[in-house]
C-alpha cells in the first residue's frame, strides 16, 4: 500500500535531512572551499536474454559555479544476474578531467561491481548497495591506482511511481600513486532526491548531493551539486 500524501512528503523531508546529516557527519570541519555544480547523467541497464545484462553511463558536469564544463564520464559494463537480488558486472570507464588552473588529463579505469538488493522488494521500500573496485590508469603515468568504493541507496514509494531516494558513498584508496593519488579516505558522497516516473522503465532523478573531497596540500573541497540523472531499465 502506498503512503498517504502528507505522510509522504513528511517522510520525504525527513529522509532528506537524514542524508545531509550523514554527509555534514563525515565532513572535518577544516573544509574550507566550496563549489556550485551540476551533474548530468544518463544510466541504462538492458536485459540481453539468459541473464546477461549490459550497462551504459554517460556523464558531464560543470563546476566552478556551473561556470565550465570541467569532467566527462563514459563507462559501459557487461553484467550478470545471478539471481533477483545479486549481479556482477565487469566494466571500463574513460575520464576526462579539465581542473581549473591545471592541465587536462584523461584516466582510464577497469572496474569490477557487485550490486545487491538488501531488503525490500520492487515496489516497495528497499535498501540497496554497490560495491565498486577501480583500477585507475591516468595517461602518461606508468603507475596503477586501486580505488574502492561502496555505496548505499535507500527507496521508499510515495505513490503513482514516484519516490523518495537517499544514498551515501564513501571512496577509499587503497595505495598511492605517482600522480596524486594517496592512500587513505578519498571522497564522500551523499545524496537525496526524488525519482520520477516518465515511462514503463524510464525515471527521472533529481535532487541534491553533497561532495566531500579529501586532498593533499590545499585545503579540502565540499562541493554541493544539482544532480539530475535519465535512468532506463528494460
Sequence with gaps: ????????????????TAALLVL????????TETDE???????????????????????ARQTDGVKRLSQII???????????????????????????????????????QLSLRLTGSPGKVTVASRTRLEQRFIVG????????RNLVRLDV???KGYSAIVSGEPFVNLDTTTWG???????????????IPVARGVA????????????????????????LSFNIRR
Design 1 to 16: 500500500m502506498f503512503l498517504s500524501s502528507s505522510v509522504s512528503r513528511t517522510l520525504a523531508k525527513g529522509l532528506g
Design 24 to 31: 555534514v557527519s563525515q565532513t572535518p570541519a577544516q573544509a
Design 37 to 59: 555544480q551540476i551533474w548530468l547523467a544518463q544510466f541504462s541497464t538492458f536485459a540481453v536474454g539468459n541473464n546477461w545484462l549490459v550497462f551504459t553511463e554517460a556523464q
Design 74 to 112: 563514459l563507462r559501459p559494463a557487461v553484467g550478470y544476474q545471478v539471481n533477483d537480488t545479486v549481479s556482477v558486472y565487469a566494466g571500463y570507464a574513460w575520464v576526462r578531467t579539465e581542473p581549473k588552473g591545471r592541465a587536462a588529463n584523461t584516466e582510464h579505469r577497469a572496474y569490477q
Design 141 to 148: 603515468r606508468s603507475d596503477m591506482g586501486w580505488r574502492m
Design 157 to 159: 514509494p510515495l505513490g
Design 181 to 195: 593519488q594517496r592512500a587513505g579516505f578519498d571522497q564522500m558522497r551523499g545524496f537525496a532526491g526524488v525519482g
Design 204 to 227: 527521472l532523478e533529481v535532487g541534491y548531493a553533497g561532495q566531500y573531497v579529501n586532498r593533499f596540500g590545499v585545503p579540502d573541497r565540499m562541493n554541493h551539486i544539482g544532480s
